[in-house]
């Protein structure tokens, strides 16, 4: 009798939905996480996103920018090069005279510290117009990429250089693999992603952005925390962007939504799988290469832990040295366009707010020394 009691209460127990499930974690989680910045970040995941139109330069892509330009949208990466070379030092009063060989030059602009030849255009902050559907031009490929320009950040921190070999360890459904493209400065190109569909997508993307004769990438569907074992210190670059709880499609969306009961196994070991990939991405990294770590959650236990986490094991299971860059910068440069968490104790991470909803974004940037 007391067996078929319990039995009838658990069968009547509610059955919360995936969404209403992710809001309860973060409402516990991210109001400790955030404080009072926590209500005004709950409030942009729930309300629509902005995007970034990313120019496709293999298509016709002067007359895609001017088309763009007349929409009134600006170029965020090429605003944010022009702030770079403002003067670093404020004007001093009086300037002492001193002979040529003693002068100094203390008001030239840092150097670019990221990926080059991106355009990627937004609009203005309070301005929530969209962009239309990305068309095909005259070339027979689409004239930009729709995405959330806050996902370029990671791979305009994994500053590519010409020459360059980079492999993108978690490279669906593409946008960033695309990016790194774009930049004209990757020798050979690796792109892998364990999921079939989102390796379909990849490839998808592909085809439609960028000529055959032009694609040089090897694309892969291998498990990435094996990365290390396959090709051991073989890359100047690795963007190591990880599953995650991808927080802003929890909160909105039923479909393949990772607070499902049936994936909470799933949903609790992701720290360890991040940790994971990214220690394989540093250990395919070249010792003086760079790495970048990203993910799209707010989650600090998924981000700075994971960070924090991958450098200990490099150190202690692998006698690996890694360092963490500071990417500081970041927040000047980009700071018309992004909303900054000013906390976070490695990396950046990009905060939605109402006048500016990207994100959520973070990425850290780490350089293997040994």
């Avoid at 009072?36 to 293999?58: C, H, M």
């Avoid at 670093?88 to 060989?101: G, K, R």
């Avoid at 902050?125 to 990305?134: A, L, Q, V, Y």
């Avoid at 890694?322 to 366009?337: A, G, K, P, W």
Wanted: charged fraction near 20%; include cysteine.
């Amino acid at each position: 009798m007391i067996s078929s009691s319990i039995s009838s209460l658990a069968s009547t127990e509610p059955k919360f939905s995936s969404i209403r499930l992710a809001l309860q974690n973060f409402d516990m989680n991210y109001k400790v996480q955030f404080g009072d910045l926590w209500p005004s970040i709950r409030v942009s995941l729930l309300s629509e996103q902005k995007y970034g139109a990313l120019v496709n330069t293999f298509s016709t892509w002067d007359q895609t920018t001017h088309e763009l330009e007349q929409l009134e949208a600006k170029d965020f990466v090429m605003e944010a090069q022009r702030r770079g070379q403002q003067k670093v030092f404020p004007e001093e009063a009086v300037t002492p005279v001193l002979p040529p060989e003693l002068e100094t030059h203390p008001h030239l602009a840092a150097p670019w510290p990221c990926s080059p030849n991106l355009r990627c255009y937004t609009f203005t902050r309070g301005d929530i117009s969209r962009f239309h559907p990305s068309r095909v031009g005259s070339l027979g490929l689409l004239d930009y990429y729709l995405m959330d320009a806050s996902s370029l950040l990671p791979v305009l921190a994994l500053d590519v250089q010409p020459g360059d070999s980079v492999l993108d360890l978690c490279a669906g459904p593409g946008g960033k693999t695309l990016a790194l493209l774009l930049t004209g400065c990757c020798r050979h190109l690796s792109a892998n992603d364990i999921s079939g569909s989102r390796t379909r997508r990849l490839k998808q993307v592909l085809h439609s952005y960028v000529p055959q004769d032009r694609s040089q990438v090897r694309v892969t569907s291998q498990d990435g925390r094996k990365w290390g074992d396959l090709e051991r210190s073989t890359y100047d670059r690795v963007l190591v962007d990880v599953p995650c709880t991808t927080d802003r499609h929890s909160v909105l969306e039923e479909d393949n939504n990772i607070f499902k009961r049936s994936r909470k196994t799933e949903r609790q070991m992701l720290p360890m799988l991040q940790m994971q990939l990214l220690v394989a991405g540093l250990l395919a990294t070249k010792p003086g290469g760079v790495a970048v770590y990203s993910t799209c959650t707010l989650s600090h236990l998924q981000n700075e832990y994971v960070v924090g986490g991958a450098i200990d094991v490099l150190a202690n299971q692998y006698q690996t040295d890694v360092q963490v860059e500071d990417l500081s910068c970041f927040r000047h440069l980009f700071q018309d366009t992004f909303s900054f968490f000013p906390s976070c104790r490695m990396g950046e991470l990009v905060l939605p707010v109402l006048w500016a909803n990207f994100g959520p974004m973070y990425f850290c940037r780490l350089r293997r020394l040994t």
